[in-house]
């Protein structure tokens, strides 16, 4: 199954680092499998991460089909890929365009970590535009919870091999 991207508005009062406090509205991205989980979990993380009022303005289907962050980056980049492929039927070249949100701090660094993040391609491809994205945050759905499965997988590995030593001295 594919991940669906939403890209929620959130409006809230922001103190600056100058001490002002102004009311501002700016946009996160996460995962979710319907509008409704987007909203829920958009509420969620905008709680932990001010104490202040928040509406939620407008959550939509964001058209990126892979997300790519990068260590030591603090902006978020749409970098748009036309993959190009031949045409046996009618012997043209056609392309088809996807969407990449990749983390860098600049223009540059977005088109070397696009270039990165489409090092596995077979095909030929161009990056034909990069622009800034508005986007401050992104909350993919499974952060940290690897970790916890990871913990559950073992103690339940543990468990068992602890009933399977019982049964086996109960046996003898």
Not at 18 to 39: F, H, P, R
Not at 104 to 110: G, I, L
């Amino acid at each position: 199954m594919s991940v669906i991207w939403y890209e929620c508005k959130v409006k809230y009062r922001k103190t600056h680092e100058t001490g002002e406090s102004k009311i501002t509205t700016e946009n996160y991205l996460l995962d979710a499998v319907s509008y409704t989980e987007a909203e829920s979990r958009i509420t969620e993380e905008m709680a932990a991460y001010t104490s202040e009022e928040f509406k939620i303005t407008n959550i939509k289907v964001a058209n990126f089909s892979e997300v790519h962050p990068f260590e030591n980056s603090d902006r978020w980049f749409k970098s748009k890929v036309s993959l190009i492929s031949y045409d046996d039927e009618s012997g043209k070249e056609r392309k088809s365009n996807l969407y990449m949100l990749v983390q860098a701090n600049d223009v540059k660094e977005a088109y070397e970590n696009t270039e990165q993040a489409m090092q596995g391609t077979t095909g030929d491809y161009t990056i034909p535009a990069i622009t800034e994205s508005p986007i401050l945050d992104v909350f993919p759905y499974f952060t940290g919870d690897e970790e916890e499965a990871e913990k559950f997988a073992t103690i339940k590995n543990s468990e068992s091999s602890e009933e399977e030593v019982l049964e086996e001295s109960e046996a003898i």
